[in-house]
Protein backbone atom coordinates (compact mmCIF):
# COMPACT_ATOMS: atom_id res chain seq x y z
CA UNK A 1 0.00 0.00 0.00
CA UNK A 2 1.28 3.41 -0.89
CA UNK A 3 0.41 5.99 2.36
CA UNK A 4 1.01 9.14 0.78
CA UNK A 5 -1.40 8.95 -2.19
CA UNK A 6 -4.03 6.75 -0.27
CA UNK A 7 -4.25 4.09 -2.41
CA UNK A 8 -4.70 0.51 -1.30
CA UNK A 9 -4.18 -2.85 -3.20
CA UNK A 10 -7.61 -4.89 -2.23
CA UNK A 11 -7.41 -8.11 -0.65
CA UNK A 12 -9.75 -10.51 0.37
CA UNK A 13 -9.44 -10.49 4.46
CA UNK A 14 -12.40 -11.48 6.47
CA UNK A 15 -11.89 -9.33 9.99
CA UNK A 16 -14.71 -9.25 12.84
CA UNK A 17 -16.09 -5.90 14.16
CA UNK A 18 -15.23 -5.51 17.60
CA UNK A 19 -17.34 -2.24 18.41
CA UNK A 20 -20.71 -2.52 20.86
CA UNK A 21 -22.40 -0.63 18.13
CA UNK A 22 -23.70 -2.92 15.25
CA UNK A 23 -21.54 -1.67 12.29
CA UNK A 24 -23.41 -4.40 9.98
CA UNK A 25 -25.44 -3.37 6.75
CA UNK A 26 -26.39 -5.93 3.97
CA UNK A 27 -23.11 -4.70 1.90
CA UNK A 28 -20.89 -3.83 5.03
CA UNK A 29 -17.09 -4.69 4.26
CA UNK A 30 -15.21 -4.63 7.25
CA UNK A 31 -12.36 -2.14 5.70
CA UNK A 32 -15.03 0.34 4.51
CA UNK A 33 -16.31 2.80 6.85
CA UNK A 34 -18.90 4.08 4.58
CA UNK A 35 -20.61 0.70 4.16
CA UNK A 36 -21.16 0.60 7.88
CA UNK A 37 -24.92 0.88 9.48
CA UNK A 38 -26.43 4.51 9.20
CA UNK A 39 -27.21 3.79 13.20
CA UNK A 40 -23.42 3.51 14.09
CA UNK A 41 -22.68 6.33 11.40
CA UNK A 42 -25.19 8.89 13.16
CA UNK A 43 -24.36 7.48 17.04
CA UNK A 44 -20.26 8.44 16.01
CA UNK A 45 -21.41 11.61 14.82
CA UNK A 46 -23.61 12.92 17.97
CA UNK A 47 -20.86 11.80 20.02
CA UNK A 48 -17.63 13.50 18.22
CA UNK A 49 -20.41 16.64 17.98
CA UNK A 50 -20.76 16.36 21.58
CA UNK A 51 -17.33 16.24 22.35
CA UNK A 52 -16.82 19.24 19.90
CA UNK A 53 -19.07 21.23 21.92
CA UNK A 54 -17.39 20.55 24.80
CA UNK A 55 -13.80 21.16 23.15
CA UNK A 56 -12.93 22.69 19.59
CA UNK A 57 -15.21 23.37 15.21
CA UNK A 58 -15.87 23.59 13.75
CA UNK A 59 -16.20 23.31 11.36
CA UNK A 60 -16.14 23.29 11.30
CA UNK A 61 -17.10 25.54 13.38
CA UNK A 62 -18.86 27.17 16.43
CA UNK A 63 -18.51 28.33 19.90
CA UNK A 64 -17.23 25.41 22.49
CA UNK A 65 -18.72 24.85 25.42
CA UNK A 66 -16.18 25.36 27.59
CA UNK A 67 -15.08 28.47 26.26
CA UNK A 68 -18.36 30.04 25.85
CA UNK A 69 -19.17 29.29 29.12
CA UNK A 70 -15.83 31.56 30.36
CA UNK A 71 -17.51 34.81 29.15
CA UNK A 72 -20.40 35.37 32.01
CA UNK A 73 -18.12 33.88 34.77
CA UNK A 74 -15.30 36.11 33.76
CA UNK A 75 -16.00 39.08 36.35
CA UNK A 76 -16.52 36.71 39.19
CA UNK A 77 -13.54 34.92 38.34
CA UNK A 78 -11.27 38.18 38.29
CA UNK A 79 -13.14 39.18 41.91
CA UNK A 80 -12.18 35.73 43.12
CA UNK A 81 -8.45 36.50 42.77
CA UNK A 82 -8.81 40.24 43.64
CA UNK A 83 -7.71 41.52 39.65
CA UNK A 84 -9.49 43.99 37.67
CA UNK A 85 -7.03 43.81 34.90
CA UNK A 86 -8.89 43.96 31.28
CA UNK A 87 -6.54 41.89 29.48
CA UNK A 88 -7.18 38.44 32.08
CA UNK A 89 -10.54 39.31 31.55
CA UNK A 90 -10.22 38.81 27.64
CA UNK A 91 -7.53 35.82 27.85
CA UNK A 92 -10.00 33.94 30.26
CA UNK A 93 -11.86 33.57 27.07
CA UNK A 94 -9.54 33.63 24.26
CA UNK A 95 -6.32 31.86 26.06
CA UNK A 96 -8.27 28.92 24.79
CA UNK A 97 -7.81 29.78 20.78
CA UNK A 98 -4.07 29.97 21.62
CA UNK A 99 -4.03 26.38 22.91
CA UNK A 100 -6.11 25.35 19.97
CA UNK A 101 -2.99 27.08 17.53
CA UNK A 102 -1.37 24.39 18.84
CA UNK A 103 -3.25 21.23 18.83
CA UNK A 104 -4.22 21.09 14.85
CA UNK A 105 -1.11 20.72 14.17
CA UNK A 106 -0.26 17.60 16.65
CA UNK A 107 -3.56 15.53 16.12
CA UNK A 108 -4.70 16.13 12.72
CA UNK A 109 -1.93 14.49 10.84
CA UNK A 110 -1.42 12.26 13.86
CA UNK A 111 -4.78 11.01 12.67
CA UNK A 112 -4.09 10.99 9.54
CA UNK A 113 -0.38 9.05 10.33
CA UNK A 114 -2.25 6.34 13.15
CA UNK A 115 -5.62 6.47 12.06
CA UNK A 116 -8.32 8.59 14.53
CA UNK A 117 -9.10 6.42 16.85
CA UNK A 118 -6.16 6.43 19.37
CA UNK A 119 -5.07 10.19 19.07
CA UNK A 120 -9.00 11.12 19.50
CA UNK A 121 -8.86 8.73 22.63
CA UNK A 122 -5.44 10.21 24.14
CA UNK A 123 -5.94 13.94 23.37
CA UNK A 124 -9.46 13.38 25.14
CA UNK A 125 -7.97 11.95 28.47
CA UNK A 126 -5.41 15.03 28.67
CA UNK A 127 -8.75 17.42 27.46
CA UNK A 128 -10.37 15.96 31.23
CA UNK A 129 -7.52 16.33 33.18
CA UNK A 130 -6.68 20.28 32.00
CA UNK A 131 -9.87 21.11 32.22
CA UNK A 132 -9.87 19.70 35.81
CA UNK A 133 -7.04 21.63 36.58
CA UNK A 134 -8.51 25.12 35.23
CA UNK A 135 -11.54 24.45 37.89
CA UNK A 136 -9.28 23.44 41.11
CA UNK A 137 -6.84 26.35 40.13
CA UNK A 138 -5.86 28.95 42.87
CA UNK A 139 -4.68 31.66 40.93
CA UNK A 140 -5.92 33.53 38.09
CA UNK A 141 -1.91 32.98 36.52
CA UNK A 142 -2.83 28.96 37.13
CA UNK A 143 -6.02 29.64 35.84
CA UNK A 144 -5.02 30.99 32.25
CA UNK A 145 -2.55 28.32 31.75
CA UNK A 146 -4.76 25.48 32.16
CA UNK A 147 -6.94 26.86 29.77
CA UNK A 148 -4.35 26.85 26.82
CA UNK A 149 -3.37 23.23 28.22
CA UNK A 150 -7.20 22.34 27.68
CA UNK A 151 -6.95 24.31 24.13
CA UNK A 152 -3.81 22.40 23.26
CA UNK A 153 -5.40 18.97 23.91
CA UNK A 154 -8.46 19.19 21.99
CA UNK A 155 -8.84 17.02 18.87
CA UNK A 156 -12.26 16.96 18.36
CA UNK A 157 -12.24 19.98 15.56
CA UNK A 158 -9.36 18.37 13.68
CA UNK A 159 -10.66 15.32 13.71
CA UNK A 160 -14.20 15.40 13.72
CA UNK A 161 -14.53 16.65 9.79
CA UNK A 162 -11.83 13.85 8.70
CA UNK A 163 -14.59 11.42 10.26
CA UNK A 164 -17.70 12.60 8.54
CA UNK A 165 -15.30 12.45 5.19
CA UNK A 166 -14.13 8.62 6.74
CA UNK A 167 -18.20 7.61 7.23
CA UNK A 168 -20.38 9.44 4.60
CA UNK A 169 -20.56 9.57 0.58
CA UNK A 170 -20.19 13.10 -0.81
CA UNK A 171 -23.62 13.56 -1.65
CA UNK A 172 -24.59 13.04 2.28
CA UNK A 173 -21.49 14.59 3.77
CA UNK A 174 -23.20 18.52 3.69
CA UNK A 175 -25.69 17.08 6.30
CA UNK A 176 -23.68 15.54 8.53
CA UNK A 177 -21.45 18.37 8.44
CA UNK A 178 -24.41 20.19 9.39
CA UNK A 179 -25.78 18.31 11.85
CA UNK A 180 -22.31 18.13 13.95
CA UNK A 181 -22.16 22.15 13.78
CA UNK A 182 -25.49 22.07 14.89
CA UNK A 183 -24.86 19.85 17.85
CA UNK A 184 -22.15 22.21 18.62
CA UNK A 185 -24.37 25.11 18.42
CA UNK A 186 -26.18 23.77 21.62
CA UNK A 187 -23.12 24.81 23.40
CA UNK A 188 -23.39 28.13 23.14
CA UNK A 189 -27.49 27.87 23.84
CA UNK A 190 -26.71 25.86 27.41
CA UNK A 191 -23.20 27.38 28.18
CA UNK A 192 -23.67 30.96 28.88
CA UNK A 193 -26.82 30.18 31.02
CA UNK A 194 -25.62 27.73 32.78
CA UNK A 195 -22.03 29.04 33.26
CA UNK A 196 -23.78 32.81 34.61
CA UNK A 197 -26.37 30.95 36.68
CA UNK A 198 -23.62 28.58 37.88
CA UNK A 199 -21.23 31.56 38.77
CA UNK A 200 -24.16 33.41 40.41
CA UNK A 201 -25.03 30.69 42.49
CA UNK A 202 -23.22 28.23 43.14
CA UNK A 203 -19.39 30.43 41.72
CA UNK A 204 -17.01 29.90 39.10
CA UNK A 205 -15.66 26.83 39.18
CA UNK A 206 -18.80 24.95 39.04
CA UNK A 207 -18.96 26.81 35.72
CA UNK A 208 -15.86 24.83 34.83
CA UNK A 209 -16.21 21.57 36.76
CA UNK A 210 -19.74 21.02 34.85
CA UNK A 211 -17.85 20.51 31.14
CA UNK A 212 -15.51 18.67 32.65
CA UNK A 213 -17.50 16.15 33.99
CA UNK A 214 -19.99 16.01 30.27
CA UNK A 215 -16.94 15.29 28.68
CA UNK A 216 -15.02 12.89 30.79
CA UNK A 217 -18.79 10.93 29.85
CA UNK A 218 -18.63 11.94 26.38
CA UNK A 219 -14.88 10.75 26.52
CA UNK A 220 -15.66 7.21 28.18
CA UNK A 221 -18.86 6.83 25.22
CA UNK A 222 -16.64 7.66 22.36
CA UNK A 223 -13.77 5.08 24.09
CA UNK A 224 -16.25 2.27 23.99
CA UNK A 225 -18.17 2.53 20.63
CA UNK A 226 -15.63 4.42 18.49
CA UNK A 227 -13.70 2.20 16.04
CA UNK A 228 -11.25 2.64 13.36
CA UNK A 229 -13.11 4.76 10.20
CA UNK A 230 -9.54 6.17 8.38
CA UNK A 231 -10.06 4.21 5.39
CA UNK A 232 -5.81 4.28 4.61
CA UNK A 233 -5.03 3.03 8.65
CA UNK A 234 -7.73 0.11 7.50
CA UNK A 235 -6.37 -0.24 4.19
CA UNK A 236 -2.79 -1.05 5.69
CA UNK A 237 -4.28 -3.26 8.13
CA UNK A 238 -5.73 -5.07 5.30
CA UNK A 239 -2.47 -5.20 3.55
CA UNK A 240 -0.71 -6.36 6.35
CA UNK A 241 -2.20 -9.33 6.38
CA UNK A 242 -1.46 -9.94 2.98
CA UNK A 243 2.10 -8.99 3.05
CA UNK A 244 2.56 -11.89 6.19
CA UNK A 245 1.25 -14.13 3.31
CA UNK A 246 3.08 -12.92 0.22
CA UNK A 247 6.48 -12.10 1.67
CA UNK A 248 8.64 -9.09 2.39
CA UNK A 249 8.01 -5.29 1.75
CA UNK A 250 8.79 -3.91 -1.80
CA UNK A 251 12.14 -1.83 -1.60
CA UNK A 252 10.17 1.45 -2.03
CA UNK A 253 8.08 0.68 1.26
CA UNK A 254 11.41 -0.20 3.37
CA UNK A 255 12.96 2.81 1.93
CA UNK A 256 9.45 4.63 3.83
CA UNK A 257 11.38 4.91 7.76
CA UNK A 258 9.39 5.66 10.50
CA UNK A 259 11.24 9.37 10.92
CA UNK A 260 10.34 9.95 7.32
CA UNK A 261 7.04 9.15 7.59
CA UNK A 262 6.27 10.82 10.96
CA UNK A 263 7.67 14.41 9.94
CA UNK A 264 5.77 14.21 6.48
CA UNK A 265 2.81 13.54 8.40
CA UNK A 266 3.75 16.39 10.73
CA UNK A 267 4.31 19.08 8.10
CA UNK A 268 1.64 18.28 6.02
CA UNK A 269 -1.05 20.59 6.97
CA UNK A 270 1.94 23.22 6.26
CA UNK A 271 2.55 21.85 2.70
CA UNK A 272 -1.25 22.06 1.90
CA UNK A 273 -1.48 25.17 2.82
CA UNK A 274 1.39 26.65 1.01
CA UNK A 275 0.74 24.41 -2.04
CA UNK A 276 -3.26 25.56 -2.26
CA UNK A 277 -3.90 29.03 -3.43
CA UNK A 278 -7.44 28.02 -2.59
CA UNK A 279 -6.60 27.06 0.73
CA UNK A 280 -5.18 30.18 1.82
CA UNK A 281 -7.72 32.06 0.59
CA UNK A 282 -10.48 29.38 2.53
CA UNK A 283 -8.53 30.14 5.45
CA UNK A 284 -7.98 33.99 5.50
CA UNK A 285 -11.70 34.02 5.13
CA UNK A 286 -12.37 32.05 7.69
CA UNK A 287 -10.09 33.42 9.95
CA UNK A 288 -11.48 37.12 9.88
CA UNK A 289 -15.59 35.61 10.15
CA UNK A 290 -14.03 33.72 13.22
CA UNK A 291 -11.96 36.43 15.07
CA UNK A 292 -14.65 38.75 14.84
CA UNK A 293 -17.19 36.73 16.26
CA UNK A 294 -15.19 36.12 19.31
CA UNK A 295 -14.36 39.76 19.51
CA UNK A 296 -18.42 40.44 19.84
CA UNK A 297 -18.84 37.18 21.93
CA UNK A 298 -15.81 38.82 24.72
CA UNK A 299 -17.78 42.05 24.59
CA UNK A 300 -21.75 40.51 24.99
CA UNK A 301 -20.98 39.33 28.81
CA UNK A 302 -19.84 42.81 30.23
CA UNK A 303 -21.88 44.87 27.46
CA UNK A 304 -25.25 43.27 29.22
CA UNK A 305 -23.63 43.54 33.09
CA UNK A 306 -22.12 47.28 32.75
CA UNK A 307 -24.69 48.84 29.98
CA UNK A 308 -27.50 47.24 30.73
CA UNK A 309 -27.64 46.20 34.07
CA UNK A 310 -27.83 42.52 33.73
CA UNK A 311 -26.98 40.34 36.84
CA UNK A 312 -24.43 37.75 35.85
CA UNK A 313 -27.23 35.09 35.77
CA UNK A 314 -29.10 37.39 33.33
CA UNK A 315 -26.38 38.07 30.99
CA UNK A 316 -25.88 34.57 29.78
CA UNK A 317 -29.48 34.96 28.44
CA UNK A 318 -27.89 37.29 25.97
CA UNK A 319 -26.31 34.94 24.09
CA UNK A 320 -29.41 32.94 23.13
CA UNK A 321 -29.26 35.34 20.19
CA UNK A 322 -25.94 33.90 19.21
CA UNK A 323 -27.04 30.71 19.85
CA UNK A 324 -30.49 30.73 17.42
CA UNK A 325 -28.48 32.39 14.70
CA UNK A 326 -26.36 29.29 14.91
CA UNK A 327 -28.53 27.07 14.87
CA UNK A 328 -30.82 28.40 12.04
CA UNK A 329 -27.68 28.41 9.89
CA UNK A 330 -26.76 24.83 10.36
CA UNK A 331 -30.19 23.72 9.40
CA UNK A 332 -30.15 25.93 6.47
CA UNK A 333 -26.63 24.40 5.56
CA UNK A 334 -28.51 21.08 6.41
CA UNK A 335 -30.75 22.04 3.58
CA UNK A 336 -28.75 23.39 1.14
CA UNK A 337 -25.46 21.79 0.70
CA UNK A 338 -26.25 18.46 -0.31
CA UNK A 339 -29.33 19.44 -2.30
CA UNK A 340 -26.82 21.27 -4.36
CA UNK A 341 -24.88 18.48 -5.24
CA UNK A 342 -27.40 16.03 -6.15
CA UNK A 343 -28.74 19.21 -8.90
CA UNK A 344 -25.34 19.21 -10.01
CA UNK A 345 -25.27 15.30 -10.56
CA UNK A 346 -29.02 14.71 -12.02
CA UNK A 347 -27.64 18.00 -14.30
CA UNK A 348 -24.10 16.78 -15.90
CA UNK A 349 -23.98 13.18 -14.16
CA UNK A 350 -21.06 14.94 -11.69
CA UNK A 351 -20.53 17.65 -9.54
CA UNK A 352 -17.48 19.71 -8.16
CA UNK A 353 -16.70 21.02 -4.58
CA UNK A 354 -17.64 24.77 -5.71
CA UNK A 355 -21.02 24.02 -6.05
CA UNK A 356 -21.50 23.51 -2.69
CA UNK A 357 -20.15 27.37 -2.14
CA UNK A 358 -23.43 29.81 -2.90
CA UNK A 359 -24.54 30.14 0.99
CA UNK A 360 -21.45 31.54 1.25
CA UNK A 361 -22.06 34.88 -0.69
CA UNK A 362 -25.48 35.38 1.41
CA UNK A 363 -23.62 34.76 4.70
CA UNK A 364 -20.83 37.50 3.90
CA UNK A 365 -24.13 40.26 3.78
CA UNK A 366 -25.89 38.79 6.41
CA UNK A 367 -22.71 38.62 8.80
CA UNK A 368 -21.79 42.53 7.93
CA UNK A 369 -25.22 43.32 8.80
CA UNK A 370 -25.54 41.95 12.26
CA UNK A 371 -22.06 43.86 13.02
CA UNK A 372 -23.55 47.16 11.71
CA UNK A 373 -26.66 46.31 14.31
CA UNK A 374 -24.96 45.38 17.10
CA UNK A 375 -22.84 47.92 17.07
CA UNK A 376 -25.30 51.00 16.82
CA UNK A 377 -27.87 49.39 18.98
CA UNK A 378 -25.30 49.22 21.75
CA UNK A 379 -23.96 52.57 21.39
CA UNK A 380 -27.34 53.58 22.17
CA UNK A 381 -28.27 51.66 24.53
CA UNK A 382 -31.39 50.89 21.81
CA UNK A 383 -33.89 48.14 24.18
CA UNK A 384 -31.59 45.22 25.02
CA UNK A 385 -33.18 42.83 22.35
CA UNK A 386 -31.98 44.97 19.62
CA UNK A 387 -28.75 43.96 20.17
CA UNK A 388 -29.47 40.57 20.97
CA UNK A 389 -30.92 40.48 17.60
CA UNK A 390 -27.20 41.75 15.70
CA UNK A 391 -25.60 39.08 17.50
CA UNK A 392 -28.31 36.50 16.00
CA UNK A 393 -27.27 37.55 13.19
CA UNK A 394 -23.69 37.55 12.99
CA UNK A 395 -24.08 34.21 14.64
CA UNK A 396 -26.27 32.98 11.45
CA UNK A 397 -23.55 34.52 9.21
CA UNK A 398 -20.97 32.46 11.01
CA UNK A 399 -22.09 29.23 10.77
CA UNK A 400 -23.26 29.29 7.30
CA UNK A 401 -19.97 30.43 6.21
CA UNK A 402 -18.04 28.19 8.72
CA UNK A 403 -20.30 25.11 7.41
CA UNK A 404 -19.92 25.18 3.72
CA UNK A 405 -16.57 26.37 3.46
CA UNK A 406 -15.52 23.27 5.73
CA UNK A 407 -17.47 20.60 3.75
CA UNK A 408 -15.71 22.48 0.57
CA UNK A 409 -12.16 21.65 2.35
CA UNK A 410 -13.09 18.38 2.68
CA UNK A 411 -14.84 17.15 -0.43
CA UNK A 412 -11.67 18.90 -2.01
CA UNK A 413 -8.85 17.40 -0.04
CA UNK A 414 -10.54 13.34 1.18
CA UNK A 415 -8.09 10.97 2.48
CA UNK A 416 -6.42 14.91 3.75
CA UNK A 417 -9.21 16.10 5.10
CA UNK A 418 -7.65 16.32 8.68
CA UNK A 419 -4.45 18.37 7.55
CA UNK A 420 -6.27 20.84 5.40
CA UNK A 421 -8.66 21.44 8.77
CA UNK A 422 -6.11 21.64 10.67
CA UNK A 423 -4.21 24.14 8.10
CA UNK A 424 -7.38 25.88 8.58
CA UNK A 425 -7.78 25.79 11.82
CA UNK A 426 -4.05 27.30 13.07
CA UNK A 427 -4.69 30.62 11.70
CA UNK A 428 -8.39 30.76 12.89
CA UNK A 429 -7.68 30.25 16.18
CA UNK A 430 -4.74 32.75 15.87
CA UNK A 431 -7.26 35.61 15.43
CA UNK A 432 -9.91 34.19 17.87
CA UNK A 433 -7.23 34.45 20.55
CA UNK A 434 -6.07 37.62 19.25
CA UNK A 435 -8.44 40.34 17.52
CA UNK A 436 -10.57 39.76 20.91
CA UNK A 437 -7.68 41.47 22.43
CA UNK A 438 -8.36 44.51 20.16
CA UNK A 439 -11.79 44.75 21.36
CA UNK A 440 -11.50 47.28 24.37
CA UNK A 441 -9.33 49.50 22.94
CA UNK A 442 -11.65 49.41 19.38
CA UNK A 443 -15.04 50.24 21.47
CA UNK A 444 -13.70 52.61 23.62
CA UNK A 445 -11.73 54.93 21.24
CA UNK A 446 -14.65 54.69 18.41
CA UNK A 447 -17.72 53.46 20.27
CA UNK A 448 -19.76 50.38 19.83
CA UNK A 449 -21.46 51.96 16.94
CA UNK A 450 -18.37 53.27 14.66
CA UNK A 451 -16.47 50.08 15.99
CA UNK A 452 -19.00 47.74 14.83
CA UNK A 453 -19.12 49.89 11.61
CA UNK A 454 -15.57 49.60 10.87
CA UNK A 455 -15.51 45.57 11.25
CA UNK A 456 -19.12 45.24 9.13
CA UNK A 457 -17.35 47.32 6.28
CA UNK A 458 -14.34 44.65 6.48
CA UNK A 459 -16.33 41.89 6.16
CA UNK A 460 -17.80 43.70 3.10
CA UNK A 461 -14.62 43.34 1.29
CA UNK A 462 -14.42 40.05 1.87
CA UNK A 463 -17.07 39.35 0.87
CA UNK A 464 -15.56 39.24 -2.87
CA UNK A 465 -14.10 36.25 -2.11
CA UNK A 466 -16.91 33.54 -1.78
CA UNK A 467 -17.37 35.14 -5.69
CA UNK A 468 -13.67 34.01 -6.12
CA UNK A 469 -14.00 31.15 -4.56
CA UNK A 470 -16.88 30.25 -7.11
CA UNK A 471 -15.54 31.20 -10.42
CA UNK A 472 -11.95 30.49 -10.11
CA UNK A 473 -12.05 27.98 -7.61
CA UNK A 474 -11.02 24.92 -9.81
CA UNK A 475 -8.37 26.83 -10.79
CA UNK A 476 -6.99 27.97 -7.54
CA UNK A 477 -6.99 24.48 -6.22
CA UNK A 478 -3.51 23.33 -6.90
CA UNK A 479 -2.28 20.18 -8.37
CA UNK A 480 -1.68 17.31 -6.92
CA UNK A 481 -2.68 18.04 -3.48
CA UNK A 482 -3.09 14.48 -2.55
CA UNK A 483 1.04 13.98 -3.06
CA UNK A 484 1.94 16.47 -0.48
Not at 7 to 17: D, F, G, L, P, R
Not at 71 to 91: E, G, M, W
Request: a neutral charge; one cysteine or more; glycine letters at 8%.
Amino acid sequence: MDEEDGHCKETEVTVQSTSPVDVDSPSHDPFDPQTRSTTYKWITVVLVAGLSTMTALTCARESQLSTIIAAPVSPSILSHFDSNNALYRTLIVSIWELGEIVAPLLWGPLSELYGRQWPLNIANLFFVAFLAGTAASTSIQMLIAFRFLSGAATAASAIGPGIVSDLFPEENRGRAMSIMSLTGALGPVVGPIIGSYLGEKAGWRWAFWLPTIATGTLSLLILVVYRETYSVTLQKRKAKQQNLESGPKSPEDADKTPSRVFVKAILRPLRLLIRSPMLILVTLYLSVVYGYTYLVMTTIAPLFQDVYGFSEGASGLAFLGLCLGLILGAFLCSFLLDRYVRIARARSGASKPEQRLPPVLIACFIMSGGLFLFGWTAQYHVQFIAPIIGTGIIGFGLVSTTITLQTYVVDLFGIYAASATSAMLVPRNACAAFLPLAGPPLFDRLGYNWGGTLLALIVLVFSLMPLIFIKYGERLRGKNLLDA
